[in-house]
């Protein structure tokens, strides 16, 4: 990720999502994709996608083009699947991901290690892919569970269930953690917790009221941006002109 | 759910759960999970879909036949998605599936209420659907994450992360919790909480180590089957000796 940051010099990872579409609408749904791809390509460094397009698409012979396209412009594609089911489904989960040329995909570590999140390491050391997980979403309900107290099975302590996630990420090595751009003040934490070895992806600017150089400022080294590009009137334009203010803010 | 049980006289939900497959194998796997589906049928009252499926064949013009088959033979179907997104892509999600036909979805309550769940449970609404709550997974990892010590925001006071789950389904309206049949004295605990108005999901009986009986016994209403019937030697004997083990234990 950061070599291809560096060589598209964008920080700004692409959120491909469109909301809920009907059956005769679904039919123009992967040109549509690929075509606001093709636009955003020059200006982001990666590109997430989630069910709003695996879905109505499928993944083989539906979202894979739209990864194979992904890699012809030089973007990365992740999967943000936030994987937390038991250890045997998980692994068929990345395989499947994996295969269809996903880079990286997202998991929630609230799931645990043992037959939980190790099957997924193992596949991603195995096939050479990478693992990013959540530590603290964008949206207001995640003060519920990232934000709640808990107290530390090892040490008793309390502390508080992002934390916790940000240590668990360090130990087990993954590329990479997902801390809502709403929150800057817990990217700030939990930028605290893991240094520069683990980068900090940051959803939520825009739409949901995260902004640039708060997140930047906090810790945060990419943006993920969805409905603020999508939605655009100009996509090519808003995804520029957010890549600006990025590099500017860093 | 209930009524159907009882048409059928099973507890027996089958997870209808294939490893991971390579290209070539795929293009058998619609026609073998529907042969699967056609054996055991008569003897379970649902069948619960996950990643297993849904990644290698999609949902519309995969899965979903699956689904119609299975509502054919009288079984309904539970997409096992264990949703834990922001409320648009959770929106999303649920629109897609219900979409597709399933009857009720998985979600994880640790995603919260607001911008969180309950845009799931208003779709569940408008399209008379259900919506099932993790509340103890069936794995050892789950102990990290559902068994955790949490403090309750409200009250203050300490309790176990699952018990938090549990109270939530019951606040939330969920018309069932999933809970491992592995820890079997969580099921209790659990019942307790919730009373008879929300039924307890057990998976993990067979392959995990879980048990019919003691699932049962400490208040499950239905035990989800995946490996133990899947790999059997004769699935449709397998799934109809659990049967009969389930209603002598009821």
Redesign the interface.
Known sequence: MEENSKNKQSSIILAL?F??QG?LE?ENLLAKASSLLDMVSPHVCAVKF???LT????????VQSLVEQAHRSGLLAIM???V??????N???A???Y?AGFDAVIA???????????PIFDVAAKRQRGVILLAY?????????YG????D?ETGI?TR?YLAFARKAGKWGADGVVVGATVPEKIREIRFVLGEEVPIYAPGVGA?GGSVEAALKAGARFLIVG?EIVHAADPAVKAETLRQKAELAK
């Open positions: 999502d909301p809920f059956r679904r989630n069910h709003h879905l109505p698409l499928g993944i083989f012979g539906g943000d699947c936030k937390n089911d038991i250890g045997a489904t692994t068929a989960i395989e499947y991901y295969d929630n570590p609230f799931v645990g290690w043992e037959e939980g999140l190790k979403m964008s949206h207001k309900g995640a003060v519920e569970g709640q107290t808990v107290r099975a309390e269930q949901q409905r």
